[in-house]
């Protein structure tokens, strides 16, 4: 009896863990025991991996084939194990190196044909795998680029199961074969949207400068034709880069959703604009076997924009109350928790009735006050209390037009040269503490003593507080949005201009 073991990776939302891979032939009558709490794909591994062994030209033994995946408590979802499953038993029926297969962490699915699929989720299963000491990895030649990302590990990539054996000592010829790829990924061009395309509205870019400089929230409400969809598509534009870390996050998600990543991280801050009719599992995170990262997720570190807010389910709508406050995103199973990070911008924009005209000057709205009341009520007193920045939006008159036709206006890059400023001032006030964003700060650490503004400089919202048009997490947001705004005017404390000009931000609707 003999055994041999070689490693895979089990992801669990955006987080992996390893996993041994045992096999042992026995002198019993041939068959192929899979155990280890396998799903159903990884369960149908029995005949892809015996198929392709043998269209490789190294078939398996005919002995009794068992192969445990520890630790059997662990759940273990896909096809990623077809590769660690196949060397394993070729390492126990002595046809390649025991030694060398226990080394190194093997992902991949087989084709019947022997041939490496690329699979999904490689990013985040070779960062695990790094993580946890692993200095090798072997993935398809479809993922080789994406692999190689991870920084710290050696990445071979091979095309076929024969392949594979031969890496490991197996003393086949080598055969060439077509590797298989993943279609190409989109080249990484910022479509960079211009600040200064947007006539009128000055409130309505600073409220976005405000958002970009704090990671703030926003709520744009107003009439159609206002400019609410284009002023939240140049809020990305506005962020500065991904750091290392938030690159490596962002691009993990993308390849764990299935989208392509290739040969280089996402350096932008993304951008998700998910359709009204989406659900709750598509907007935060959800699916059967395999949990895959939703919108929310998707825009981590970026932004996520839902037009016609009101449209949306109510139900789906509340399911972000959570993340907002947590940004981290759990998924609960019956045998496990998948964690994601939800570490986005929420820019919501309605209009205020079902026909949208209401409060229009140039227009008369058809709604009836119960229907507007309704309309709006579908977006929950709690969500929108979440929301740093509460602003209503007005078309663009023709007069305004000309008036702001000839006068200059804020790019897009001196206003991202702006957030990248106040984002670093803010950045050094709080390097002794586990955030980095205004919009971070917990209201009990303004409101210290050492940080605690003056009642004069506080009268205005102190004054909101006592007459119930603040509840206290407003204050404390008030409170967020005034430190974001001494940033960016380059103070080093709010004053009550700022003050006022946030409690404005907050509650212009």
Same mark, same amino acid.
């Given at each position: 009896?003999?055994?041999?073991?070689?490693?895979?990776?089990?992801?669990?939302?955006?987080?992996?863990?390893?996993?041994?891979?045992?096999?042992?032939?026995?002198?019993?009558?041939?068959?192929?025991?899979? +155990?280890?709490?396998?799903?159903? $794909?990884?369960?149908?591994?029995?005949?892809?991996?015996?198929?392709?062994?043998?269209? $490789?030209?190294?078939?398996?033994?005919?002995?009794?084939?068992?192969?445990? &995946?520890?630790?059997?408590?662990?759940?273990?979802?896909?096809?990623?194990?077809?590769?660690? +499953?196949?060397?394993?038993?070729?390492?126990?029926?002595?046809?390649?190196?025991?030694?060398?297969?226990?080394?190194?962490?093997?992902?991949?699915?087989?084709?019947?044909?022997?041939?490496?699929?690329?699979?999904?989720?490689?990013?985040?299963?070779?960062?695990?795998?790094?993580?946890?000491?692993?200095?090798?990895?072997?993935?398809?030649?479809?993922?080789?680029?994406?692999?190689?990302?991870?920084?710290?590990?050696?990445?071979?990539?091979? @095309?076929?199961?024969?392949?594979?054996?031969?890496?490991?000592?197996?003393?086949?010829?080598?055969?060439?074969?077509?590797?298989?790829?993943?279609?190409?990924?989109?080249?990484?061009?910022?479509?960079?949207?211009?600040?200064?395309?947007?006539?009128?509205?000055?409130?309505?870019?600073?409220?976005?400068?405000?958002?970009? @400089?704090?990671?703030?929230?926003?709520?744009?409400?107003?009439?159609?034709?206002?400019?609410?969809?284009?002023?939240?598509?140049?809020?990305?534009?506005?962020?500065?880069?991904?750091?290392?870390?938030?690159? &490596?996050?962002?691009?993990?998600?993308?390849?764990?959703?299935?989208?392509?990543?290739?040969? $280089?991280?996402?350096?932008?801050?993304?951008?998700?604009?998910?359709?009204?009719?989406?659900?709750?599992?598509?907007?935060?995170? /959800?699916?059967?076997?395999? +949990?895959?990262?939703?919108?929310?997720?998707?825009?981590?570190?970026?932004?996520?924009?839902?037009?016609?807010?009101?449209?949306?389910?109510?139900?789906?709508?509340?399911?972000?109350?959570?993340? &907002?406050?947590?940004?981290? +995103?759990?998924?609960?199973?019956?045998?496990?928790?998948?964690?994601?990070?939800?570490?986005?911008?929420?820019?919501?924009?309605?209009?205020?009735?079902?026909?949208?005209?209401?409060?229009? $000057?140039?227009?008369?709205?058809?709604?009836?006050?119960?229907?507007?009341?309704?309309?709006?009520?579908?977006?929950? /007193?709690?969500? &929108?209390?979440?929301?740093?920045?509460?602003?209503?939006?007005?078309?663009?008159?023709?007069?305004?037009?000309?008036?702001? /036709?000839? %006068?200059?206006?804020?790019?897009?890059?001196?206003?991202?040269?702006?957030?990248?400023?106040?984002?670093?001032?803010?950045?050094?006030?709080?390097?002794?503490?586990?955030?980095?964003?205004?919009?971070?700060?917990?209201?009990?650490?303004?409101?210290?003593?050492?940080?605690?503004?003056?009642?004069?400089?506080?009268?205005?919202?102190?004054?909101?507080?006592?007459?119930?048009?603040?509840?206290?997490?407003?204050?404390?947001?008030?409170?967020?949005?005034?430190?974001?705004?001494?940033?960016?005017?380059?103070? %080093?404390?709010?004053?009550?201009?700022?003050? /006022?000009?946030?409690?404005?931000?907050?509650?212009?609707?």
């Amino acid at each position: 009896m003999s055994v041999a073991r070689t490693s895979a990776v089990a992801l669990l939302g955006l987080s992996g863990s390893l996993v041994q891979v045992e096999a042992d032939l026995s002198a019993n009558l041939p068959g192929f025991v899979l +155990i280890g709490l396998p799903d159903a $794909s990884l369960g149908e591994a029995r005949d892809r991996v015996r198929a392709a062994a043998a269209n $490789s030209g190294c078939g398996l033994p005919t002995r009794k084939i068992t192969v445990n &995946l520890s630790p059997a408590s662990l759940p273990k979802h896909g096809s990623v194990f077809d590769l660690a +499953i196949a060397v394993a038993i070729l390492a126990a029926d002595g046809t390649v190196s025991a030694e060398s297969v226990e080394r190194v962490v093997h992902l991949g699915e087989l084709g019947l044909d022997g041939r490496l699929r690329p699979t999904t989720g490689i990013l985040p299963a070779v960062l695990a795998a790094a993580r946890a000491g692993a200095g090798i990895v072997m993935v398809p030649s479809g993922n080789a680029d994406e692999a190689a990302l991870v920084p710290g590990i050696r990445v071979i990539g091979v @095309a076929s199961l024969r392949d594979a054996a031969i890496w490991h000592g197996g003393q086949f010829e080598p055969i060439v074969v077509e590797p298989l790829f993943v279609p190409k990924a989109i080249e990484q061009q910022e479509e960079l949207l211009e600040l200064a395309d947007i006539v009128g509205n000055d409130d309505a870019i600073e409220a976005m400068l405000v958002a970009a @400089a704090g990671g703030h929230h926003v709520f744009l409400l107003g009439p159609p034709g206002a400019g609410k969809t284009m002023l939240a598509s140049r809020l990305p534009g506005l962020l500065p880069d991904l750091d290392a870390e938030q690159a &490596l996050e962002v691009s993990s998600l993308r390849s764990l959703a299935g989208i392509p990543v290739g040969a $280089s991280l996402v350096t932008r801050p993304p951008l998700e604009a998910p359709h009204h009719t989406a659900t709750a599992a598509s907007l935060v995170c /959800g699916g059967g076997g395999v +949990i895959r990262p939703g919108a929310a997720a998707r825009a981590s570190h970026g932004v996520l924009f839902m037009d016609e807010a009101p449209e949306f389910s109510p139900a789906v709508l509340d399911a972000l109350r959570q993340p &907002l406050e947590a940004g981290v +995103i759990s998924i609960h199973r019956a045998n496990a928790i998948a964690h994601f990070p939800a570490k986005f911008q929420l820019v919501l924009a309605a209009n205020p009735c079902p026909c949208g005209q209401y409060g229009a $000057s140039d227009s008369e709205c058809v709604c009836p006050p119960m229907s507007r009341r309704r309309y709006l009520g579908r977006l929950s /007193g709690p969500l &929108l209390d979440r929301i740093d920045i509460q602003l209503r939006i007005a078309r663009v008159t023709a007069a305004r037009l000309r008036l702001d /036709g000839d %006068t200059p206006r804020l790019a897009t890059m001196d206003a991202r040269a702006r957030v990248v400023a106040a984002r670093a001032v803010a950045a050094e006030r709080l390097k002794e503490t586990p955030w980095r964003l205004n919009s971070q700060v917990p209201g009990a650490w303004l409101r210290a003593p050492e940080r605690r503004l003056g009642p004069a400089t506080t009268a205005s919202i102190d004054r909101a507080l006592e007459r119930g048009g603040l509840t206290m997490r407003g204050y404390d947001r008030v409170l967020r949005l005034g430190w974001t705004l001494a940033d960016l005017d380059g103070a %080093t404390r709010p004053g009550a201009d700022q003050i /006022g000009r946030a409690l404005y931000l907050r509650r212009a609707l």
